[in-house]
């Protein structure tokens, strides 16, 4: 078993920067894939970036691309979502995930979740 906990959310203006982090627990996590993805009001889940177990292979959308960057911290089983040149669209509530699943753009496929930290950009 496996759980997470989102922080680092806030409010900030456009341009500027949030490190969000995401802790685990349970002996298992260092070897599930990892995901963060974010949820505006009125609208879907989506991915944000993903970071494979094995070989730590990193994935972006294409909307956050060049701007965020995952990492992980197996020391401290944390994950970070580095989030730079933030601007009003990025505001949601981010959810760290993990899972085994080989697919890691997709919601359904992780397994564990946890309760999102709220980030507002706003001038």
């Known amino acids: 078993q496996v759980q997470l906990e989102e922080s680092g959310g806030g409010v900030v203006q456009p341009g500027e920067s949030l490190r969000l982090s995401c802790a685990a627990s349970?002996?298992?996590?260092?070897?599930?894939?990892v995901g963060w993805f974010r949820q505006a009001p009125g609208k879907e889940r989506e991915f944000v970036a993903a970071?494979?177990?094995?070989?730590?292979?990193?994935y972006y959308a294409e909307s956050v691309k060049g701007r965020f960057t995952i990492s992980r911290d197996p020391t401290k089983s944390t994950v970070y979502l580095q989030m730079n040149s933030l601007t009003p669209d990025d505001t949601a509530v981010y959810y760290c995930?993990?899972?085994?699943?080989?697919?890691?753009?997709?919601?359904?496929?992780?397994?564990?979740w946890g309760r999102g930290t709220q980030v507002t950009v706003s001038s």
């Open positions: 995930a993990a899972g085994s699943a080989v697919i890691l753009t997709s919601p359904s496929r992780y397994t564990y």
């Open positions: 349970g002996r298992t996590f260092n070897n599930n894939n």
């Open positions: 970071l494979r177990a094995t070989l730590g292979a990193t």
